[in-house]
């Protein structure tokens, strides 16, 4: 799947390099070296995804993004950067951030993290509307309707659902989640998983405090309910 990508990158010579790669798979890349020309870029460009740096020469990446999500902005965001403590790692994807890759990295990891998010972005999820009660959760149109309001779905917070959609009434472990939807093998990451799981159920749930669509199983991970359940 090709989009419109926007790089967010201070450092010249790596930018050229990305882009030169993202153009020839396809996709129609713009670089910003900065916060504030990469805030144009986002009311201009308009890109599907967001390639973003965090040390930026005015400012943190992760203000850029967490401005982003207040402003309710779901494009998919991959946060690249140096800073590799698991802390960073972690701040970022509660943040609303869809992927963290590190530096140095592998450009063909790279590459396939943006195709996943791409395809999650493009609806990849493709599930029928599931119904819990009072609330409805529309993965391929990633919303979530209850009868007095409605939620937008990230395209990583519909595939963790389509995921658990899969596997329904099975406890799905946390290691299986963080391998094939995160593509973490460190077991000390799983706060990752609980901050982004507590985003979500803020979303889903009709009390957050006491799921009942997506359940905690306790040493284990987690059961999706079956829908009507």
Known sequence: MTAKVLLVEDDAALARGLAFNLEADGHQVEHAADCASARASLASFD?????????????????????????G?????????????????VMGLGLGADDYVTKPFALALLR??????????GGGASLEV?????????????RVHHTDREEELTPLEAEVLAYLAARVGQV?????????????????????????????????????????????????????AAPGA
Do not use: F
């Open 112 to 121: 396939a993290r943006i195709d996943a998010l791409l395809r999650r972005a």
């Open 172 to 224: 799905v472990e946390r290691a299986a989640l963080l391998k094939d939807i995160w593509g973490v093998r460190q077991a000390g990451t799983t706060r990752t998983l609980d901050n982004h799981m507590a985003r979500l159920r803020k979303k889903i749930e009709l009390d957050p405090s006491d799921p009942r669509i997506v359940v905690t199983v306790t040493g284990a991970g987690y059961r999706m």
């Open 73 to 89: 902005d779901q494009r998919a965001v991959l946060c690249l950067s140096a800073r590799g403590q698991e802390m960073d790692q």
């Open 47 to 71: 890109p599907a995804l967001v390639v973003l740096d965090l040390n930026l020469p005015d400012g943190d990446g992760l203000d850029l993004l967490r401005e982003l999500r207040a402003a």
């Open 130 to 142: 599931l119904s819990y009660g009072e609330v409805r959760l529309d993965l391929a149109g990633r």
